[in-house]
Nanobody
Framework: QVQLVESGGGSVQAGDSLRLSCAASIRTFSSYTMGWFRQAPGKEREFVAAIRTFGSTVYSDSVKGRFTISRDNVKNTVYLQMNSLKPEDTAIYYC?????????????????WGRGTQVTVSS
């Protein structure tokens, strides 16, 4: 059974940084494409970033240049480094995994999800 556990969320000021982690209990983690999504109150879940096995990445336009997704295939962990945070980044951040290898920004193309971690950015 796949488990994804996010950590690293918190409350920060605008301009600050946070690093989210997602520990995955996936035997074949290195072959999974991993993604981060977020959901703000009253809004739909939206794509943030994704990373393939050997490190190719894709980002939403709203975070490009500020956020960096990375992975450690030895530790079975994916990270999201968030810099220059803005109040509009406030949301619950979810880690997701898909066994298919292609990068995807569509939530319904991911097989497994974590429970999320709250990020709150105040102005």
């Amino acid at each position: 059974q796949v488990q994804l556990v996010e950590s690293g969320g918190g409350s920060v000021q605008a301009g600050d940084s946070l690093r989210l982690s997602c520990a995955a209990s996936i035997r074949t983690f290195s072959s999974y494409t991993m993604g981060w999504f977020r959901q703000a109150p009253g809004k739909e879940r939206e794509f943030v970033a994704a990373i393939r096995t050997f490190g190719s990445t894709v980002y939403s336009d709203s975070v490009k240049g500020r956020f960096t997704i990375s992975r450690d295939n030895v530790k079975n962990t994916v990270y999201l480094q968030m810099n220059s945070l803005k109040p509009e980044d406030t949301a619950i951040y979810y880690c997701a995994g898909r066994s298919a290898r292609g990068l995807s920004g569509y939530a319904d193309e991911y097989d497994d999800w974590g429970r999320g971690t709250q990020v709150t950015v105040s102005s």
